[in-house]
């Protein structure tokens, strides 16, 4: 198993940034990817970025390209999730999740359905 925990959510202004923070723990020598998903209320979850968890390859929603950047820190396995010029709209529950089965893909994968371990989620609000 895995364990997933978030952190960094919170209050902001439009235009404003926040860096979230996913620490995992376990087995995490089997993860192939972890992505960092988001819901607001009354949507459905959506993919916001992912990124390898031993190579480079990092995948961004049309939505988060060229504002978050997804990174991470193996020695404290960590992901991070920092998000600059936000929106109203970037409003929602952020939550990280591991994907462990990415097999012959080399980005990592947008889709909930591929994603076995989730953390509890952390909230982000965006005011205008």
């Known amino acids: 198993q895995v364990q997933l925990v978030e952190s960094g959510g919170g209050l902001v202004q439009a235009g404003g940034s926040l860096r979230l923070s996913c620490a995992a723990s376990?087995?995490?020598?089997?993860?192939?990817?972890i992505g960092w998903f988001r819901q607001a209320p009354g949507k459905e979850r959506e993919f916001v970025a992912g990124?390898?968890?031993?190579?480079?390859?990092?995948n961004y929603a049309d939505s988060a390209k060229g504002r978050f950047t997804i990174s991470r820190d193996n020695a404290k396995n960590t992901v991070y999730l920092q998000m600059n010029s936000l929106k109203p709209e970037d409003t929602a529950v952020y939550y990280c999740?591991?994907?462990?089965?990415?097999?012959?893909?080399?980005?990592?994968?947008?889709?909930?359905?591929?994603?076995?371990?989730w953390g509890q989620g952390t909230q982000v609000t965006v005011s205008s």
């Open positions: 376990g087995r995490t020598f089997s993860v192939f990817a």
């Open positions: 999740a591991a994907d462990m089965n990415g097999g012959v893909w080399s980005v990592p994968r947008g889709s909930s359905r591929d994603y076995e371990y």
């Open positions: 990124i390898r968890w031993s190579y480079s390859y990092t």
